[in-house]
């Protein structure tokens, strides 16, 4: 019996920030997936995983990202990427979340940065305002760069089971990446990998029993 639903914030109630490293790439000639490569190289230690954990600065962030990139020959300042990381809300998630707020407890985990405003590093004002006002719908937020662990450190996930104060059993997480998704089924969560809003909402709905009904 589901009593918790747990979401991923970019990728799952806004748009991916990997639309936004494509569009990049495109625009200076960079192969496409260049920067998702790069991420994903030494995933535990490299200069993403640093910074979302906290354990260096925007400014080193910038300049190691730098180098990096430099060396796999398309130079990219790490400022430039963290430029393009909000998302847009989908809206149709949104609504998804707030009803599943009237049946069981919701919260997030996400991998962020102390970067831009918010959990969601919005690039502005009015989008924090706007990413704010969905934020303040889940009773718990675990964010890497506060707790210093990031997806998919399974010490993560533990800590979002403990402050819902449910059994990781009676939970279903969404998440746009499957590694992140592999702790939590370890830890006896469901799990739904996000490809798009549609098959996400449908399959929610075969766990919860909810019809969201969402146009």
């Not at 590093?121 to 506060?146: C, G, H, P, Y």
């Amino acid at each position: 019996m589901i009593k918790a639903v747990l979401w991923d914030f970019g990728g799952v109630i806004t748009t991916s920030p990997f639309e936004a490293f494509n569009r990049y790439e495109a625009e200076h000639g960079i192969p496409t997936d260049f920067i998702r490569g790069i991420n994903a190289t030494n995933p535990e230690n490299n200069a993403w995983a640093l910074f979302e954990s906290s354990r260096i600065t925007y400014d080193e962030f910038d300049r190691l990202f730098h180098e990096k990139t430099s060396t796999a020959g398309h130079p990219i300042p790490g400022s430039d990427v963290l430029s393009l990381l909000s998302g847009d809300l989908r809206p149709r998630m949104v609504g998804a979340l707030k009803k599943c707020k009237h049946h069981f407890k919701i919260g997030c985990i996400t991998n962020n940065v102390n970067s831009g405003q918010g959990p969601a590093m919005a690039r502005t004002r009015e989008r924090a305002d706007e990413i704010q006002w969905v934020m303040n719908l889940f009773d718990i937020i675990v964010e890497s760069s506060k707790e210093g662990i990031r997806k998919p450190n399974p010490a993560i996930y533990r800590l979002a089971v403990s402050r819902l104060e449910v059994d990781a059993g009676q939970i279903v997480f969404l998440d746009d990446l499957g590694i992140n998704l592999k702790p939590a089924r370890e830890l006896g969560m469901q799990t739904i990998k996000v490809v798009n809003e549609n098959q996400a909402i449908r399959e929610l709905e075969e766990i919860t029993g909810l019809n969201f009904n969402l146009k």
